[in-house]
């Protein structure tokens, strides 16, 4: 045992000798569940509610009331409970002050934007509570340090609520059964603490869209080695990305973009990550060499467009991902890479690629003949779908529908979005710097088709470029919108892994709690 474990124990000790003012914990038979879930009813208006199925009804039992269900603990036999209410028009209070209701496992009001109030500080009496999704409520004011000693919690989902103080706080790193975290658009500021990276289970961290949440990204985040979703995105990140972060071995999906000042190259050992299937680092200011993707056997995904990367696309670009009949998206416009596209891509079958606004000087012929390529386009304009030839351009930098490719006597490469004049540039840049100012940051998934010119190239005397980071086309969106993070269905959830500690049916104490102010609240089970 380590000197910080000692201490702590010794002071755990010194409050069960010195600690006067005990209260006790309680378990709920289904009489007591009922009066908890008429407070519940009462509290948020359950009587405007879209659906209130079997609510209040005495002769049904609660686990058929809509948006309830009730579970077995595995390990301790007694029953817990979940409610699942989202999207149903409550308004008024989640009644924590009021409640009893010691066996609530989880609790979901997502999207019920009359929700008011606070997280109160006895959320600590919560002991059973392992799912908390309260996002896209108008709950407000700061996180209360009760919520940190809830040591089963392993989703807290606070998405768009309005939080203050400290929301990412160093004591998340206490809730060591985390395995979700969902904090974006909770306008977080500071730096991201390394204690929240010592959560070990962690499959899903969602941080995106707090601008002003920035400084480096820790290397800690290769201790998360479980994690699979890592949404960073609209951040304040400064330097590098730390090399740990593609050393997870079941990283699924990354999102590092509109990181403005993230620099530094992509690790070449992100061509090791076999189950990434999303990627978007786009509108950094990225620099270095494009990987190849090689190992990602599954990826569909991939955007890292309004960056410095530079050379070829390699040649065995994604060699290793699937090519059936699922859409394979990759977006790397508007940087410098030079060459022809790779056409070993001529193994897919269904592919959308967006190389527009570099210096391109070859398109295969065989890839010109993919007829589903770029959303079936290739069928009908052949090689413009892909990229407008040399010697002309127009604002997408490839043929569509509704845009085809204007001739211009002064063309240098394939996919140009306005028609230059003077010599054609040669060199790529040394330093790229990115403007916070990149267009709009979208609240949904969208498309923008208008570009309203091609970033500042250097001239042969220039060592530096200066870029305006106008909007990129992107095949189905420009902005990937990670503020959608999937749903927590609660109703159907499998409470066993971790046992709460509830006790046998019918109200009765259980165990001590020590609760006066100098005293750590502690469960005790006899």
Request: charged share 15%; proline share 7%; with cysteine.
């Amino acid at each position: 045992m380590n000197g910080r474990n000692v201490a702590l124990l010794g002071s755990l000790i010194l409050s069960l000798l010195t600690c006067d003012n005990i209260v006790y914990a309680e378990t709920c038979d289904e009489s007591c569940v009922r009066d908890a879930l008429s407070t519940f009813f009462e509290s948020t208006g359950g009587e405007g509610w879209k659906n209130s199925e079997n609510w209040l009804d005495n002769n049904v039992p609660v686990e058929q009331w809509f948006g309830i269900s009730k579970n077995i603990d595995a390990v301790s036999n007694e029953p817990i409970y979940n409610i699942f209410i989202t999207s149903n028009n409550l308004i008024g209070t989640i009644p924590f002050d009021e409640w009893v209701f010691p066996n609530l496992a989880g609790l979901n009001v997502q999207n019920n934007y009359g929700i008011v109030g606070t997280i109160p500080e006895n959320i600590s009496s919560f002991t059973s509570l392992k799912r908390l999704v309260l996002r896209d409520t108008k709950i407000t004011g700061p996180l209360p340090s009760g919520l940190f000693s809830l040591s089963l919690l392993r989703v807290a989902d606070l998405k768009s609520v309005d939080l203050t103080g400290s929301v990412i706080s160093p004591d998340w790193g206490l809730l060591t059964n985390l395995k979700e975290l969902h904090l974006q658009g909770t306008g977080s500021i500071g730096g991201i603490p390394t204690e929240l990276f010592e959560l070990r289970k962690m499959e899903k961290l969602n941080l995106s869209n707090n601008p002003n949440l920035g400084g480096r990204l820790p290397s800690k985040i290769g201790n998360m080695r479980l994690l699979k979703i890592a949404n960073l995105d609209r951040l304040g990140l400064i330097g590098s990305m730390p090399s740990t972060l593609f050393d997870l071995p079941d990283l699924e999906e990354i999102n590092l973009s509109r990181n403005y000042n993230l620099e530094g190259t992509i690790p070449d050992t992100v061509n090791n990550l076999s189950m990434l299937k999303k990627v978007n680092i786009g509108f950094c200011s990225l620099t270095g060499s494009l990987p190849a993707f090689s190992g990602s056997e599954m990826l569909t995904s991939l955007k890292i467009p309004r960056n410095g990367l530079s050379g070829s696309v390699p040649e065995n670009f994604l060699q290793r991902s699937s090519v059936s009949a699922e859409l394979v998206t990759v977006d790397i416009a508007a940087n410098w890479f030079t060459g022809s596209i790779p056409e070993s891509l001529d193994r897919f079958d269904n592919f959308f690629i967006n190389l527009s606004n570099n210096w391109i000087e070859g398109v295969p012929q065989a890839l010109c003949e993919k007829e589903m390529w770029m959303d079936g386009l290739v069928s009908q304009y052949g090689c413009n779908a892909l990229l407008c030839p040399i010697g002309t351009y127009n604002a997408m930098g490839r043929q569509t529908a509704d845009a085809v490719c204007e001739d211009c006597a002064n063309g240098c490469y394939y996919g140009e979005l306005t028609c230059k004049t003077g010599p054609c540039p040669t060199n790529s840049p040394t330093t790229i710097t990115m403007s916070p100012t990149a267009g709009p940051i979208s609240s949904s998934d969208k498309l923008i088709t208008s570009i309203p010119s091609s970033p500042q190239i250097a001239s042969p005397t220039e060592s530096k470029v200066q870029t305006s980071a106008p909007p990129i086309a992107s095949p189905t969106e420009n902005i990937i919108q990670t503020t959608k993070s999937p749903v927590i269905d609660d109703s159907n959830a499998d409470d066993s892994t971790v046992a709460a500690p509830i006790p046998a049916a019918g109200v009765k104490s259980i165990g001590v709690v020590l609760v006066p102010h100098f005293c750590t609240s502690l469960t005790l089970l006899l």
